[in-house]
């Protein structure tokens, strides 16, 4: 049961995080039926039919065929919701005021560290000491 459910919950996160919804899924019938069109109006595989419909031919197909606007937006994987862009705020700093001083090195070193002891009674009774070897 806990492999099932850890498999079901990774198949959730890969879904979101591509932006794959239930909606999508939905419609992937409308995606089987209007590639069966395709193939059978114009000769189109179903790798053209992708480049045609997401990739490279899609502003070139959308123009020939205004008939299939309707079509087309049933599709699914079509949303432009865009959830995955953030906004990005950029300052620009229009003067750059730059001063590089010369670096002083002492001739002398001093020693700049302070131990003090524990102050702890728990200390005392031996809880925390290092692991011993049997």
């Known amino acids: 049961m806990t492999k099932l459910f850890s498999i079901a919950i990774s198949f959730l996160l890969l ?9 999508d899924l939905v419609q992937f ?3 089987i039926e ?14 053209v039919f992708v480049s045609k419909h997401y990739g490279e031919l899609k502003a070139e197909h959308s ?3 205004q008939e299939e606007k ?16 953030t906004s990005t705020t950029a300052y620009v700093l229009n003067k750059v005021k730059a001063e ?16 003090q002891g524990h102050t702890s009674s728990l200390h005392a009774f031996g ?3 290092p692991p011993r070897l049997s």
């Not at 590089?100 to 560290?113: D, H, Q, R, V, W």
Request: with cysteine; net charge negative; proline share 2%.
């Open 15 to 23: 879904f979101q995080s591509v932006n794959i919804s239930i909606a």
């Open 29 to 31: 019938d409308e995606l």
């Open 34 to 47: 209007h590639a069966q069109f395709h193939n059978e109006q114009y000769g189109d595989s179903f790798l």
């Open 63 to 65: 123009k020939k065929h």
């Open 70 to 85: 309707g079509d087309h937006e049933e599709l699914p994987f079509n949303h432009n919701s865009c959830t995955h862009v």
């Open 100 to 115: 590089i001083k010369g670096l002083y090195f002492s001739e002398t070193t001093e020693a700049n560290f302070y131990y």
């Open 127 to 129: 809880f925390f000491q």
